[in-house]
């Protein structure tokens, strides 16, 4: 679940209660503790100012100078530091509590600042715009903040990582100003930029618009997102970056995953978002880098059954599924039980799928266990969209495996499941999946004896996410978490 959108337009008629599980409302915190090392160029200057200048007047941030030098060596090859040096910061990070430690060094010619950011990793999820450990910005030595700074505040409030909600809407306060002002720079650098000190700027671009798009109405933030990815990897070796690349990859198929959900059957943007998965998994991989690698997996798997979806096909059902049991050899309901409940429900979704066009059984009982599975993770209380979506799915499983049995038990199961989806909607006030709902339960009750008779359903439940409005034109595009989007941001509804 996204960490910071919840939908605005139904909070007048949301209970405290829900409010509260959505949000997890608490006591107000300390500011977002940003800690800077020292960055010494060849002639002993300090340039550790420079970087606190652009966060100075910030409501909500307090930066401060620290007394460790860069641990990247003038005198040693850059790239072959990196590993260590990251491990350095981090530890500076875990020993005195920081939200963000911003480190890096001033190589020759030292006309030239590598910025590098170090936050605590999310826990349990898999947010868009996420950074590589080794992703510099790179920022002329002694830039006017006033031009640049922006830039830098965007790409330190995206790395960001909290689950403190006073910090998470300080990150939401100045998201806007800083994304403009970071937009603005990019006309502005240097005209002896390099290539790949140029796409430098545009990944730490693209990864601000992705992180804080769910934010902005329509999608001109995700479009602008995508270019700007597009550029980066542009200017990015795979050869001498290739994990850089390799997330540059991912976080671009996030946003275009996102797009074709926003502009409903955008099968284009989920080829492209296939397209890059597919690139960053020949990087990645479960070795040594497995959780990237997982959360790629996944959302290819998520991409792939879309995809086959909308062209009535099941050969790309039959990947996805060998996408998603490959993310589960890393998510584990122990060690990331959201992670782990996100890839059960959607393999559950391509399942029944599968089974009902092979009129195949087993497969939707496998489907409906895995529905079952997820909801052992997925609370009522704590996540109650996470709980409606996966009952939404057990619904359109139930409604399967009655299809294909000639069971009433499971339509009845059925009906508890939508049911239960639906008062979940209807306390948030999520009306377009309240109608949705409606159609559902009103296609299982005609499947009842007892229940004949009442309003008929539009379409098959167990396509549940293709329903449109009442005039039987399709307006969603398919969503593996109903009112929640494919790449862990919530959908506002109306």
């Known amino acids: 679940m996204a960490e910071e959108k919840v939908n605005a337009n139904a909070s007048a008629k949301q209970t405290p209660g829900i409010l509260q599980r959505l949000m997890g409302l608490g006591a107000k915190s300390p500011a977002i503790e940003i800690g800077i090392m020292q960055f ?3 002639a002993g200057t300090n340039h550790e100012r420079t970087i606190a200048q652009a966060f100075s007047g910030m409501k909500g941030l307090r930066t401060k ?3 460790q030098a860069s641990p990247i060596s003038l005198d040693e090859d850059r790239t072959s530091q990196l590993p260590n040096a990251c491990a350095q910061a981090f530890e500076i990070l875990g020993k005195d509590n920081y939200d963000i430690i911003i480190w890096g060094n001033i190589p020759e010619p030292g006309t030239t ?4 950011f170090v936050s605590p990793p999310p826990a349990d999820e898999d947010p868009p715009g996420i950074f590589s450990p080794f992703q510099a910005l790179m920022l002329p030595v002694g830039f006017d903040s006033a031009i640049f700074g922006g830039l830098l505040r965007a790409t330190t409030l995206a790395a960001v990582h909290t689950k403190d909600v006073y910090k998470q809407s300080v990150r939401r306060m100045h998201a806007q100003d800083a994304i403009e002002a970071a937009s603005n720079a990019i006309a502005l650098l240097p005209d002896d930029f390099t290539p790949r ?11 601000s618009l992705a992180a804080f798009a769910h934010l902005f109405p329509g999608t001109e933030i995700y479009q602008n997102a995508a270019i700007s990815y597009a550029n980066a990897i542009k200017g990015t070796s795979r050869t001498d970056s290739p994990v850089n690349w390799a997330y540059l990859k991912k976080n671009l198929g996030m946003v275009l995953h996102n797009l074709a959900e926003k502009n409903k059957r955008d099968i284009d943007s989920l080829e492209r978002a296939k397209e890059s998965y597919e ?4 990087v990645f991989s479960l070795k040594t880098t497995p959780f990237p690698w997982a959360a790629t997996q996944g959302r290819l798997g998520d991409v792939l059954y879309r995809i086959d979806v909308m062209a009535g096909g099941t050969d790309l059902i039959k990947q996805a599924l060998t996408s998603f049991q490959a993310a589960l050899k890393v998510f584990t309901k122990k060690n990331t039980p959201n992670l782990w409940s996100d890839v059960m429900n959607n393999l559950a979704q391509a399942a029944q799928i599968l089974g009902r066009e092979k009129n195949n059984k087993e497969v939707v009982e496998r489907a409906v266990s895995a529905c079952r599975s997820a909801l052992e993770v997925r609370n009522k209380d704590k ?12 619904g359109s499983a139930l409604f399967t495996l009655g299809h294909l049995s000639g069971e009433l038990k499971n339509f009845e199961e059925a ?7 639906h008062a979940i909607y209807s306390e948030l006030g999520l009306s377009r999946m309240v109608r949705v709902m409606d159609k559902n339960i009103a296609k299982t009750e005609d499947r009842l004896p007892n229940k004949a008779g009442g309003k008929k359903g539009k379409g098959d439940p167990t396509l549940w996410w293709m329903e449109g409005d009442d005039d039987g034109v399709a307006t969603d595009f398919p969503s593996s978490e109903s009112a929640i ?5 919530e959908e506002g509804e109306s």
């Open 197 to 207: 000190e140029i796409a430098s700027t545009y990944g730490a671009l693209a990864n």
């Open 113 to 116: 600042m590598y910025i590098h």
């Open 65 to 67: 100078l620290l007394k």
């Open 40 to 42: 010494v160029d060849a």
């Open 485 to 489: 989007a494919p790449a862990g941001e």
């Open 279 to 282: 690139d960053a998994l020949e």
């Open 383 to 394: 996540m109650p969209l996470h709980w409606a979506a996966t009952q939404n799915n057990l």
């Open 415 to 421: 009906l508890d499941a939508f049911s239960g989806a």
